[in-house]
């Protein structure tokens, strides 16, 4: 089983709340040092709203942003509604974003949003990408909305499966440039789950994004040689028994994680991190326990810096697509532990937690969510009802360690 890992309601509801108003690898023993328990890693979660009733939004929003400057020391911005393409194509990058914002009000009134409240003490991670929810072809359009229609000449690259077009070459590195100007990021991630590109396409379209992926990060690291740069993978593709193969490969499973594990290699020429996006409860493990070597085999992958660029486990029984997904408080207790004490004997350099509290008021705002939106809802360390759960007292034993 394999999902594409979208967030249509998400981001809708992270342009509401932005336009009501801006107010390696190697195991070590991290538990052996003088002053108690430490952590390798910083942790965070994305600012992603639980509620959109326009009467109580910004009181959400600022609730929000308050557990994420008591639970995290990272913030993590994932900016996935699409890319403004033709105006970061004529963006020429001379006058500063403060001056003249490049993009439209939409974007500008969404960035401003996220930079004003992010508190100033958290490490920075902005995560984009030139590719669609659907892992399948060109990011849409941004710009007065969020995924809108692409344009020309971009409209007739996506049908060609044209990443490494000249336009879109300059227009995705332009667009990666002002977001490092706007929001000065510790790290930047300028590919969310890029190997699913590989999965649902072709070698031709695939060998065209790596030509992209190339360009922008050789030209970024020229600019910004101590930034770090990457991109996420789904690394349970390149795992026994996970997932399914798609069609092409229906039957050898074993052909299909070699074209993955050769997607990786060639990802990692290009990335200073092996980033992991993780959500064991979308794999074949949906209704059992996921096997006790996962973290091990996962991070055995790559010898470069790891980090786990986003995680989540359910804590409730949910059923979606007609699949009774099984889980409680106490297996995403369980999760959250055992991945954070992998993290740390594995010398991770951070980890996220997408949802920081369930989104049930949301799905109630919008008059329920369809499956595939609803996959998240009960993934938080708080609940619904904003009760924090055992996962977050485990969350919050390793964040009160000293960070080494």
Not at 69 to 89: F, K, Q, R, T, Y
Request: aromatic content about 12%.
């Amino acid at each position: 089983m394999s999902f594409a890992f979208t967030r249509n309601l998400l981001t809708t509801t992270a342009i509401a709340f932005a336009l009501l108003g801006c107010g390696g690898n190697g195991s070590s023993d991290n538990d052996d040092n003088a002053g108690g328990p430490s952590r390798s890693f910083y942790m965070g979660f994305t600012p992603f709203p639980y509620d959109a009733d326009p009467a109580t939004l910004l009181t959400v929003v600022d609730d929000v942003y308050a557990k994420l400057n008591n639970d995290a020391d990272m913030v993590l911005h994932h900016l996935e509604e699409g890319i403004p393409w033709n105006a970061a194509l004529a963006d020429d990058l001379l006058t500063p974003a403060s001056v003249s914002f490049p993009y439209s009000n939409h974007i500008e009134i969404d960035w401003e949003t996220r930079k004003a409240k992010t508190p100033a003490s958290h490490k920075k991670y902005i995560a984009i990408t030139p590719i669609n929810l659907g892992r399948n072809s060109l990011a849409p359009w941004r710009d007065t909305a969020n995924e809108q229609d692409l344009q020309a000449p971009f409209a007739g690259h996506a049908a060609s499966g044209d990443f490494n077009a000249p336009d879109v070459k300059n227009a995705y590195l332009n667009y990666c440039l002002r977001v490092i100007e706007f929001f000065e990021p510790d790290y930047l991630a300028i590919g969310i789950e890029v190997n699913l590109l590989r999965r649902n396409t072709n070698a031709a379209t695939w060998a065209n994004y790596l030509e992209l992926n190339q360009h922008v990060y050789s030209n970024l690291k020229a600019q910004h040689p101590d930034l770090p740069i990457f991109v996420s993978v789904s690394p349970v593709e390149m795992l026994s028994g996970y997932v399914d193969p798609p069609a092409k490969f229906a039957g050898d499973p074993a052909g299909y994680r070699s074209t993955q594990l050769t997607a990786l290699n060639d990802l990692l020429m290009h990335s200073d991190y092996y980033a992991i996006s993780l959500y064991p409860f979308l794999t074949a493990y949906f209704a059992s326990d996921f096997p006790a070597e996962m973290f091990a085999d996962m991070f055995a992958l790559s010898s470069k810096p790891t980090v786990i660029a986003e995680t989540g486990m359910l804590a409730e029984n949910m059923t979606a697509f007609a699949i009774p997904f099984e889980s409680s408080i106490g297996k995403q207790d369980d999760y959250i532990a055992s991945m954070l004490a992998a993290a740390n004997d594995n010398n991770l350099l951070f980890v996220n937690w997408f949802v920081l509290q369930d989104y049930d008021r949301l799905c109630d705002y919008f008059g329920g969510c369809s499956d595939e939106d609803g996959l998240w809802r009960d993934t938080g360390v708080y609940d619904g009802d904003g009760n924090s759960r055992p996962s977050y007292t485990t969350w919050k034993s390793f964040l009160d360690r000293p960070r080494e």
